[in-house]
């Protein structure tokens, strides 16, 4: 029909989210072209709607502007650091991204995380299948969480997932966020580094891009001291990595447990070749349900758009309905 709109498709052609476009819309899927320029060059000026299907997809300013007729950017993860979100609300574009159905995936696998790091669990799974149990005892976990205190860097919704399962745990939670949070009972920090002062262990789940670039630098892994555990669930852009490498190196902090890195798929060789930190492939909100939930709601946000509905998760710097030009 005349009325399909037509929406690019960037990223993989997973299957919840090609057959929940397919119904209502014309996808045409950049991964299957073979000459990516004129295919955008072909269909540019038909576009309405893209669908990004995976966080790595940077979507800059330039290439938007290609599609006169762009209405909606769909975009896969609660994360849209690789959207530029402001020039698109700029522009009168809506940007939605899939919150709230990862929380609590996310929270489990940060808690994973911290455990796995605290405690040493995947070497010890590695001396295990080596056959050392065998010939000797396991060495005693340097580090406990008994006794810490965790500060969580960023208080959003998987912040707080994050925070209600530490309190069960019975481990003291304090945070640093750029602004309060109504209804967080917690100790709040205006500034990270007194914070880092304070605790032994950092908790980093803020969203990445420009504010956050570099926010736990070597100040603050200093401050952190030698029994210092970082745990990083958020993106590589917030942490300095050469500084953490080096205070890892030199043992100005304990350990780390990384789920995100700078230039991911790609990790620095220092890090693969320290045995005592630990080392996750991003699978924070990675299970099949999860990611299915995540797919489903990119889909879900398209069809609400293209049948005159409000977008359901419009970002911020694209509230909708838009407010008003000053
Ligand atoms: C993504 C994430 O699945 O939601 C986010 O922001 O980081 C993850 O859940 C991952 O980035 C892969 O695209």
């Given at each position: ?14 299957p ?14 950049l ?5 990516p ?30 599609f006169p007729?762009?209405e ?13 979100a402001?020039w ?12 709230d159905?990862?929380?609590e ?8 995380l ?27 976990s ?39 949070q ?8 205006p ?5 880092a002062?304070?605790v ?12 956050t ?19 990083n ?22 350990s ?5 890195f ?39 946000n ?25």
């Open positions: 029909a005349a009325d399909r709109p037509e929406i690019l498709l960037i990223g993989m052609a997973k919840t989210i090609v057959g929940g476009i397919e119904p209502f819309g014309t996808l045409h899927k991964i299957e072209a073979k000459d320029e004129a295919f955008i060059a072909d269909i540019a000026p038909r576009i309405r709607g893209v669908a990004i299907a995976y966080t790595a997809n940077k979507l800059d300013g330039a290439f938007m502007s290609r007729k762009l909606i950017v769909s975009s896969f993860g609660v994360g849209y650091d690789h959207v530029d402001k698109a609300g700029e522009h009168g574009i809506v940007v939605t991204n899939t919150p159905v990862l929380n995936e996310v929270a489990d696998t940060a808690i994973g911290l455990l796995s790091t605290i405690r040493e669990l995947p070497q010890a799974e590695r001396y295990l299948r080596a056959g050392k149990w065998l010939e000797q005892g396991y060495p005693l340097k580090a406990t969480l008994r006794e810490r205190t965790v500060g969580i860097v960023g208080m959003g919704r998987i912040g707080k997932a994050i925070g209600r399962r530490l309190e069960a745990f019975g481990v003291d939670v304090v945070y640093h966020s750029r602004n309060p109504p209804g967080v009972s917690y100790k709040y920090y500034k990270l580094l007194d914070m002062h304070d032994d262990t950092l908790m980093v789940i803020v969203p990445g891009g420009a504010a670039k570099n926010l736990i630098n070597a100040e603050v892994l200093k401050a952190l001291g030698p029994d210092g555990i970082l745990i669930m958020a993106r590589g852009s917030v942490v300095d990595e050469p500084a953490l490498i080096k205070a890892l190196q030199d043992r100005t902090i304990m780390a447990g990384l789920d995100v700078v230039n991911e798929p790609h990790v620095p060789k220092e890090l693969i070749e320290m045995e005592h930190i630990v080392l996750f492939p991003h699978l924070g909100s990675a299970s099949a349900a999860t990611r299915k939930a995540m797919d489903q709601l990119v889909v879900d398209l069809q609400a758009w293209f049948s005159g509905k409000p977008p359901l998760t419009p970002v911020p710097e694209t509230p909708y309905p838009p407010k008003k030009q000053a």
